[in-house]
């Protein structure tokens, strides 16, 4: 991704996603809460404990990290496990989707620095060209006036 993160950092994003997906499919906000408080007293030490690192791979670490702790929580608060499934699915799919996203804008920058890069460096040649001839010509004796 370019840049390095804490997972801890990256856990925060993964539970907010999954504690959006319950709340698109109706969870109650209040036990959202009980199962996020679940999740972060299960998650935080082992992702504090993790120094920063790439940001995909902290991003990958959390995701393995936090979706096996709302799993559990979503079990234990008595969730049937076709929708368990189906929400860290969808919480997978965003997170996958962030990072394609994320992906091709940094891809799309370094295009645009490279042709601007180019567009330079001709800007230069041209320059220097035609700073080359004005020498040659003021050098030479000879009147470049026609």
Known sequence: MGFRARPASMGVL????VQDRLCEIGVKYARIGLMAVHVEEHTSQRLEAMGRCPADRALSV???????????????HGMFQDTIDSVLRLVRMDV?????EHLSAVQEHAI?????????????????????????????GIDPTP
């Open 14 to 17: 993964v539970s907010s996603l």
């Open 62 to 76: 959390a995701l393995t990290e936090v979706a096996r702790a709302w799993e559990a929580a979503m079990r234990l």
């Open 96 to 100: 996958e989707e962030i990072a394609d």
């Open 112 to 140: 645009r620095a490279r042709i601007a890069a180019r567009q330079a460096a001709d800007l230069d040649a041209t320059h220097t060209d035609l700073e080359e001839m004005l020498h040659r010509a003021r050098t030479s």
